[in-house]
Each structure stands twice: as structure tokens, then as C-alpha cells.
């Protein structure tokens, strides 16, 4: 049972567009999620975070939406820029440990 | 302020052998969560280590362990190892645990298995 999903595995968008990434989570006890960005070769970075008590949270070009009754959440990065391409994975951490989703990966073309 | 670091960074191993992974945590993080990743999946926890003891562990079978000494450093162990072992290996350390913080990542363990 995987409980936090993300459905499209690759995303390819043209730079200075929108970059929508999207996860669905079944567990209704998470309340908080996060993003983390992936590059090859790398570890995980944290990208943002947000809480269930809040419906949105943006840093600089990143933003997180959160829609609990819909259990999505998305992430859009607005500008794309080419240093963005990536793998994103959305995680939900919950009794002491973390479930991340499989990972969609970005490509953001100049 | 020195990462995550995890050696090796790469390692071959054949089946039935045993493998040992370390993890040093960021100076100060008491939490450290151990992951695999295997191609086109996403991270699958394996446990969780707290002050030297391990307090939440993941859907692996008892050829995987991990320990914690005191200085917070761990490592994970994998015994018997099979084909389906070869994945990336994950540390991850974090000041009190993953439940309501980001976690820092090392650059992870390659383990190939032939």
C-alpha cells in the first residue's frame, strides 16, 4: 500500500514557464509534507515544507499548495530555471518514520 | 558546518557476503534514519536510530540491521546479501527525529550485488 504517490514520473517544460509537480497522500493522520529535490549522484536537499494547518507555503520561486480534502498536494516552481531539472519527491513523515513518493523527474529546457 | 557523509561511496559485493555502510551525521543531529532506493523508486525507510537506539524500523527483513554509537555516527549492516540488495543506501540525520523536521542527506552508499 503506497501511501504517498506521485503519478507522473517526468515533467518537461520550457525555462521561464510553470512547473506543476503533484503528490496524493491516503493517510489522513499526515500533517506535514515536504519536498526534496534530487540530483544525480547527490543526496536528497530539502526544498519546502508544509503544515496541514496551512493551505499554502511559498518560498522565493517555490510554492507548496496543500488541499486536505482532496489529500494533493502540489508544488510549482515559478520561473522554471534549467538548474531546477531534477528529481522531486514528495515525503510525509508520520510516526517516526518517512514515506516518500517514487519521485517525478524535472527537465526544464533552455 | 560538515554535512551528511556516508562511506563508501561505492562498494561490490557477490552473493551471500556481508556488507557494513557508515553514516556521520551533522555535528549535533542525534537522529538517524536509514533509507534504500532502488531504480524508479522512491525512498524506502529502513530504521531509525536515536541516541544509540533504534526506535522505529521499516517493512525489511532481519538480514538488515543498523547500530548507533554514542558520538551519533551509525552504521547499517546487511547480511547474506542477495541480487535484490543492489540499490542506493541512504542516510539521513536530523536534530530530533523525521516527524515534524526536514531531514539532511549524506550523498548515499552505491551497492552493486553480482
Known amino acids: 500500500d503506497q501511501q504517498v504517490k506521485q503519478n507522473s514520473p517526468s515533467l518537461s517544460v520550457q525555462e521561464g514557464r510553470i512547473s506543476i509537480l503533484n503528490c496524493d497522500y491516503t493517510n489522513s493522520m499526515f500533517d506535514y509534507f515536504l519536498w526534496y529535490k534530487k540530483y544525480p549522484a547527490e543526496g536528497p536537499t530539502f526544498l519546502i515544507s508544509?503544515?496541514?494547518?496551512?493551505d499554502k507555503n511559498e518560498d522565493g520561486r517555490f510554492t507548496v499548495f496543500l488541499n486536505k480534502s482532496a489529500k494533493h498536494l502540489s508544488l510549482h516552481i515559478v520561473p522554471s530555471q534549467p538548474g531546477d531539472s531534477a528529481v522531486y519527491f514528495c515525503?510525509?513523515?508520520?510516526?517516526?518514520?518517512?514515506?516518500f513518493g517514487d519521485g517525478t523527474t524535472l527537465t526544464v529546457k533552455p | 558546518k560538515a554535512g551528511v557523509t556516508q562511506t563508501p561511496r561505492y562498494l561490490i559485493k557477490t552473493r551471500g557476503q556481508q556488507v557494513t555502510l557508515s553514516c556521520s551525521p551533522i555535528?549535533?543531529?542525534?537522529?538517524v534514519s536509514w533509507y534504500q532506493q532502488t531504480p524508479g523508486q522512491g525512498l524506502q525507510f529502513l530504521f531509525e536510530?536515536?541516541?544509540?537506539?533504534?526506535?522505529n524500523k521499516g517493512n525489511f527483513p532481519g538480514r538488515f540491521s543498523g547500530r548507533q554509537f554514542s558520538n551519533s555516527r551509525s552504521e547499517m549492516n546487511v547480511s547474506t546479501l542477495e541480487l535484490g540488495d543492489s540499490a542506493l543506501y541512504l542516510c539521513?540525520?536530523?536534530?530530533?527525529?523525521?516527524?515534524?523536521?526536514?531531514?539532511?542527506f549524506g550523498d548515499g552508499t552505491r551497492l552493486s550485488i553480482l
Open positions: 508544509i503544515s496541514s494547518i496551512k
Open positions: 539521513a540525520s536530523s536534530l530530533g527525529g523525521a516527524s515534524n523536521q526536514p531531514q539532511h
Open positions: 515525503a510525509a513523515p508520520w510516526a517516526g518514520k518517512s514515506t
Open positions: 536510530y536515536f541516541s544509540e537506539t533504534q526506535r
Open positions: 555535528s549535533g543531529h542525534r537522529s
